[in-house]
């Protein structure tokens, strides 16, 4: 294991010793104790809490090593001093590392250091430097993934803490809350809240239903902060309504009718409907009438909710026991994501039930809202953010959706998310309308519905692909000066489901905004990252989380990196650094020769080069059950392979150095087909024979995760080398030729014509080692994403023309 | 979905009405209503806990359609009667079923018919036949594979119960235990059992650590039975130690020894050591010191926690905190298993740590015992009944070894576990010989293993492949006559780690044995069934365990078929039959004719036929690092597969009409092979066009099960019939030439003369569909499992000589 950790407050030693007597490491029966070693004796038996009598810790303290020859109980017998080296060897054991395997007792500092754990220098311990030492231990991750701290949580060790009083609620250590409150005590109300929409036109505001976790402490008087996920998913999904909606995409690319439209003719005019007046309560309470036995939960919350804090789930217009109708990613859906916020900051009104007569408010919050989740949750936490709506402190999406053509479309192309070839908005929105689980429900909206999804459909243009006015509705970049919550990206550098651009473009207008914000870029694909044992993820949430909901002044802002990126070389290794590519004025820049990548100020005279897009049907056929073995076939070098004529390939020559390519590749150059339509797609590649991470997690312990104490529980996960290959794609792009200057205009183009190309693939944090080749791959049906006509298209390029430009950063460390 | 549902206890009315009483879903204050469907509408009310109010149920009843026009709350407001079809319509869309989608509101019979759900056949119901309706469909399972009173429980029906008073405590409903203990409140204890044994020589009695969980009400005074698990690998496996100690397969097979052995020779004789007198007791106490927070749980055990049974784990001698060396498999691990049992039945003593000088007795134990778990765990289930333990009323043994020969051995040939080539007994000993996890505790003992274990490396022999002493005392089935324990067994048909030959040879030998016994075969491989979507598994097992421990009079014995077979053709289906293969006369028999399986009564007359077992190093490499591409070219019939001269291969014609295999197929002929030594492997193939299941359950919902009421939680699963395969191999068989009469018996053989063969493979219960083609497989080296050392050995088969049995049933229905 390597060790990732940020979130360690720096603490001089009174606090350290004030925070270690708070949480009673430190008793005043310690006072009587003389010597050093008997303070460490006890610090030790304090940290087994299975165990309560003397016979019992002699037993666990045989079970540890405290030099190469002497058990801890041995040792503890005869000691007058507490040493570095006793205090580390036993101290790894205590994080979970083995002896022999992870370290030798022999040199445990060297261990500390190559698993980068945190130490102090002092050879021997006074007391004042072996409580300092026993604190930043405390507070260091074991081989669990988890702070030993943390790992005491899990094992009981903040029970006796359940009874402090609110006054003394939440407790802080070492900057982040702690797991004092009972989660089998947890309060579950359910609400209606009343939004400022009548999306489903019955002359009546639409009622949210809103899932409330409170700690019992509130019952009391102690006032929490929420973290709030707004997840469409979360009442239900209706899996079989989707795939109907399903679009066949094996259908012909077509001639699109050129216009003349600049944005101005696509922009998106909010306009103010007339809404029913708001629901007059007739009497109002602090007591909720409706409960619920088991929430769709992320699990970062389910950390939360046993350190002080609620968490509120909402699925918004459209689910299960709401009103309305959703269709994706509209201005409604904001609004009704932010109406759940206006209720919990006092500033909506909500009733116990539907009946809309008992008003009920969110007493028991302290008024600081967070929002959490990944996707579509991430992407309303993103909406609702780019609203600056009062009350919101910050947001941490993960994977987030900034433009939903970001989504679904890419540059007049239809583009759709990886794995969900087919998928659209009304897909999205006929899946997640749960309403249609509830047949009473349904039958008296679903024509209503059906009608909205039209639409939809309708709406979204398929058949063009064109950025227009209802695309322009649903892109929150256009908002992103108007946001005001501190903010916290996380996306996988592997999402090709909601893929980089989304947030690359969100970070890059976020550079204006006088906010706070931190980006984490990891090597996963469209995964949650609080489970890894390598990053202290999870931790860093909590001093944020802290920090913004709580106003603790932990230095959380300065603590975690503004841009913080898992290298894709190696396991488990995470570098901070000031920015993305904005601060970059390092580039790689090619043109090509025949078949290689050569630097763009070399002297190049050569020809078109051709290729088909037309694949023989068996073979389309195959590679359409087979995606994977299509990809492979394009990347593949041997004259042999089937797809050999069907793309161009052009390979760089190898790495002089190790180079971080950040950023957004371009891709320039001038291509002719012979049709009045085609589409060209790029890829880039990474060509070397190298073991690289896997794109998921794996499981590296089931279930040994709990997240508080007899609480819920995660896998432990890591990314892990996988074995070698010879190339890895590391980023793509598509583009409809019509579409060459604008996504929301069409141009003509004449069979067999030559016309110029500029297009912005998806942006690149990548490693690229020494000696290894780039390749740029140009081709046309992209079988994972876009249409797949199967038509007769050749397509011809100048070689001369093409350029691909990556901007660069030197690696120094 | 369609439901195999086998735990519904067939009640008279006057008991469903008592029970229905009993659970409060009757109450008094129902006598006062005067119609029936007032008294439906207040059962629909209970069945609702999370809302309370008026308007709750309101919007609840809404969103349920009564008939194909009113939703509930509309056809209630005008009811005058209940009939099957509103009460049919509700009851599927309470058991999760979505009009429309799963059924038709038109005709809900159809649906309950369709998914092989029970009705009552009333088309209109009076009070009494609607309330056996209702009590039957409480019973009735879900689209969540849960029934409608487990739904309930998991949203918290059963929360007013846990007040009930001990003497009503358990509570069961329909012959299986419910919920009603708080799981909050479990009482966690840990005690050292001394067993009769000092495997480690240290001149006392090992201890061994035992993990309980029990209900709280145990502390006022309630006895419950106990699920206990054996497990190993509970106090954790040291995957390093095991991985240093695997085996390399890539060596040459040799020549072994002639010997003249008889069974006699290698007969294991136990022998009775001098044993340390055991501990004396300086006092006692009921009250345990020692505690622990999550124990490795099995989510079976987890359920019966909210259901008044205690669970206890234990990993036996050479884990964590206990005592001893555990050498895979041997008498003294059974014994160490056994004496966890006999401490809760009263027989053997307790200590509260490990100075063992405070006993504590069992004494919250009512001394009905069973032992749960799958693999190793009910390898040693299987092992403790075979000593005929008092107090072991039940085991229930998934996936168990019944003859470590048959685990890691094969006809005098060492054949490894699928997915753990080069595992053996000395690899999974230093595996799950935990004490070497805690530095401490290896200190001392590590030296004493290390010499055990060399000890096992040389008595496992994996030079020879014999059966020798040492296998014989790993071999259960000699012992079979003694046990007590009725048996439940649960295996794979698709286990190619443990075999199925385990599991057969087991209830073969049990057929004599006057115990109750049950066998349940699935598809999957190595995997538990408790989280199933379509079969009641854990409602079978609270039946079973309700009757066997609790001495409830549930007809348990005659409810629960002898032998349940999931079918190989399709999802979702499971049968009943009486036996497996012991009641069958019918067969297959086939001889060959060149390339092919004929009948056995045709007249044959050909030459011998050759394959060569070596193959170019490339190759070689090539499957040793893609097994499963090793495992498609072999029964390729392509020509240019590149394995096609590396075996023979015979195909059937085609199945007149479907057939079930079932029970050991075997395999006759004559060989001769260009060395003094040799191996034959055999393979049984399924060849036909057709989509076939998984082998591992897909996850249909993640979390969904709540094992209790915000208690642990598992994923719902089941086996989905995968894309379609040209053809599945069905099992498989190997044979050390040089032991083609006994395992034990090693025999001379000549290069190049024939010698004839007979083996059998492994057990068989396949589902054989008409038009499909019985494939037989004849090769040498087998890269998943024998040892593979690609020598130049080639293999002659006298064609006229090979004889194919394969025992059938028809199929009647």
Known sequence: MKNNQFAIVPTDSETAIAELTKIHFITPDMDALTTVPAVYQALLAKSLPEVHTASGLTHKFNNIMATSQHTLSEWLADATIVNNQVFYNV??????????????????????????LPMVGDSAFDREALYYAWYLLLNTRGNNGQTLIESLTTRGYFVPFYQLPNDQKPLFFNGKAQAVFDTNALIR????????????????????????????????????????????????????AGDAQMHNVDV???????????????????????????????????????????????????????????????????????????????????????????????????????????????????????????????????????????GLKTIISEAAISSWYDYYRDNGLVVAPDTFQGEDTDVLAAEVFSRSLKAGDAHQIQPAFDQKLAE????????????????????????????????????????????????ANLWDKLQAVPVTKKLILHQGQHIYINNLQSLDFTDMMNLWLSHKLYGLDNHAETLLPNVLVQDNTQAQTWHGYDNWWQDTTDALDFKVQYKELVPADHTVDQRAAHFTDKLPDKLFDHYKHHLDSWQRDLLQEDKLNPLYDHRLLFKSWQ???????????????????????????????????????????????????????????????????????????????????????????????????????????????????????????????????????????????????????????????
Not at 228 to 234: E, K, L
Not at 699 to 707: P, V
């Open 252 to 390: 012909p690319l077509t001639a699109k009718e050129p216009d003349e439209n600049t944005y101005a003719d696509v922009e998106f005019q909010p306009t103010t409907a007339q809404l029913p007046a708001a629901r007059t309560a007739t009497t109002t309470t602090d007591t909720a009438e409706e409960t619920f036995s088991r929430e769709k939960s992320y699990t970062l919350n389910d950390y939360f909710l046993a350190r002080g804090f609620a968490v509120v789930y909402a699925a918004g217009i459209g689910s299960i026991d709401s009103d309305g109708l959703a269709p994706t990613g509209d201005v409604d859906e904001t609004t009704s994501t932010v109406a759940i916020i206006e209720w919990l900051t006092g500033k909506r009104q909500a009733f116990t039930n539907r009946d809309g007569n008992i008003a009920i408010k969110a007493w028991w919050c302290n008024g600081a809202v967070a929002m959490t989740g990944r996707s579509y949750l991430g992407t309303l936490a993103t909406a609702a953010a780019t609203t600056g709506v009062a």
């Open 456 to 503: 939809l459909t309708a709406d979204q243009d398929r058949a063009s692909g064109n950025y227009n006015r209802f695309w322009d509705e649903r892109n929150y970049l256009k908002n992103v000066d108007k946001i005001k919550a501190d903010i916290i990206m996380v996306h996988g550098l592997n999402d090709w489901n909601v893929k980089p651009r989304n947030v």
């Open 91 to 116: 101290g790894l054991q205590l994080l979970g590392f083995l002896p022999g395997q992870d370290f030798e007792l022999a040199d445990p500092l060297l261990a500390m250091r190559d698993i980068h």
């Open 655 to 813: 790495a002089p150095e190790d180079q971080l390519l950040v950023g957004i590749p371009h891709v320039a150059g001038s291509v002719a087909v012979n049709k009045n339509f085609g589409m060209l797609s790029f890829m880039l590649i990474d060509f070397g024979a190298a073991r690289r991470l896997t794109v998921s997690p794996q499981i590296l312990a089931a279930k040994a995760l709990d997240l508080g104490y007899h609480w819920r529980e995660d896998d432990l996960k890591d990314f892990k080398l996988a074995g070698e290959t010879p190339f890895k794609m590391i980023t793509k792009g598509h583009l409809n030729l019509q579409n060459r200057h604008h996504p929301w205009h069409a141009e003509a183009i004449q069979p067999n014509v030559f016309y110029d190309f500029s297009v912005d693939l998806q942006p690149l944090f990548h490693h690229l080692l020494k000696g290894h080749q780039l390749g740029l791959v140009i081709y046309a049906t992209d079988m994972k994403m876009t249409i797949r006509g199967n038509q007769d298209l050749q397509y011809s390029l100048n070689l001369n023309d093409i350029r691909l430009h990556v901007p660069m950063k030197k690696i120094t460390d």
């Open 189 to 240: 109300d359910v609400v209606y809240v009343e939004a400022p929409l009548d999306t489903d036109h019955d002359g009546q505001r639409d009622l949210l239903k809103v899932e409330i976790l409170r700690p019992a402490e509130t019952e009391t008087g102690l006032k929490v902060p929420v973290l709030y996920t707004a997840s469409p998913y979360n009442q239900g999904i209706n899996d079989q």
